[in-house]
């Protein structure tokens, strides 16, 4: 399959063309760039649902759950979930495909990425990843992010809604949850509300959240729900749908897409360059780091003087 062929492919929707595709972001592939420019002009308008939480809360059971409810509304859903590979949280992967039976079963495309120790819990290049997944013409997105500190405020960037999921009677939930991430939520889920003890998790966080609202007037429903029986995810979707449609009104679908592409078009720089500084003849690059990690020079002069090296257009290549 040549390029053109694999570009037609992704915007056909083809599976394995896909696959292919974010592989080569993965590797970050040096045609990628070029993929990428070429589908994002074509990409539809995707709702990117960002769902996030402690490890165990009942994320991948959730994200199940609401992609085989969407699918069933005539959306077409694809999950994406961000696996740490960090040896702490290692087997993630194994798990979703467990929790995520349900999905699986109705055919809905899930996409496992790692995020390969990279803080923030979300993998590198996950927005070319979602420019794929919407060229492919998938619209709702479930990206499923480890629950680990900083994930949260990553996947704010990111996603259009951001659900943010946690379980009673764990103090450590509202903990997580208290860690300067509550104001990330659009949504929040109690999940495991079979268990008992939802109520009482679901006021102690509307009593921490306030009455104060949003600066921009959304009010964060709390709901109460059960992967395990389905408890409160009518409720969920229903507040999902709101949270889509407050954003249509203010605009925010345009202005995610106008600042995705401030973000790729760094990424593609800072790529180039590192591409480029290794690339410097009589291994310059090399020698200045030695220069500095031995202290001979400081980080500022070295710096310059490497960027100096970058700038003609003898570069290329
Ligand atoms: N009782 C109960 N257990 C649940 C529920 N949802 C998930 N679990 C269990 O909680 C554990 C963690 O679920 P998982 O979806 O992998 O959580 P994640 O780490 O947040 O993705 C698994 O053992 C699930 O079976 C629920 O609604 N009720
Ligand atoms: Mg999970």
Redesign the pocket.
């Known amino acids: 399959m040549d390029f053109k062929e694999l570009v037609q492919a992704v915007m056909a929707g083809n599976r394995r063309a896909l696959a292919r595709t974010i592989t080569m972001v993965e590797n970050a592939h040096p045609e990628i760039e070029k993929l990428i420019s070429c589908l994002q002009a074509r990409n539809s308008r995707t709702w990117v649902i960002g769902i996030t939480?402690p490890?165990?809360?009942?994320?991948?059971?959730?994200v199940d759950r609401l992609a085989v409810a969407y699918t069933r509304k005539g959306r077409r859903v694809a999950i994406l979930a961000i696996d740490p590979s960090s040896p702490f949280s290692g087997g993630a992967i194994l798990?979703?495909q467990v929790?995520m039976e349900k999905a699986r079963e109705a055919g809905i495309y899930i996409r496992s990425m790692a995020s390969r120790g990279r803080t923030g819990g979300v993998a590198p290049a996950v927005e070319d990843v979602l420019v794929l997944l919407g060229a492919a013409g998938f619209d709702v997105i479930l990206l499923?992010t480890v629950?680990a500190g900083q994930s949260e405020v990553a996947v704010r960037d990111i996603a259009n809604t951001v659900l943010l999921?946690t379980v009673p009677g764990l103090g450590d939930g509202i903990q997580a949850i208290k860690a300067g991430v509550m104001e990330i939520g659009d949504i929040f889920a109690v999940?495991?509300?079979?268990?008992g003890g939802a109520d009482l998790a679901a006021s102690a966080i509307m009593e921490l959240m306030g009455v104060k609202n949003r600066a921009n007037g959304w009010e964060t429903p709390v709901v109460q729900?059960?992967?395990?029986?389905g408890i409160g995810l009518d409720q969920l979707v229903e507040d999902l749908d709101k949270h889509y449609l407050f954003l249509e009104v203010g605009g925010d679908f345009e202005r995610h897409k106008e600042a995705a592409i401030e973000d790729q078009l760094v990424s593609f720089v800072c790529r180039e360059v590192t591409r480029r500084l290794r690339q410097l003849p009589g291994n310059l690059f090399e020698l200045v780091v030695k220069r500095v990690q031995e202290r001979q020079d400081d980080l500022s002069t070295a710096g310059q003087l490497l960027l100096k090296h970058l700038g003609g257009d003898n570069n290329e290549k």
């Open positions: 939480g490890p165990g809360a009942g994320k991948s059971s959730l798990g979703d929790r499923e629950g999921v999940n495991k509300a079979d268990l729900v059960s992967a395990f029986t």
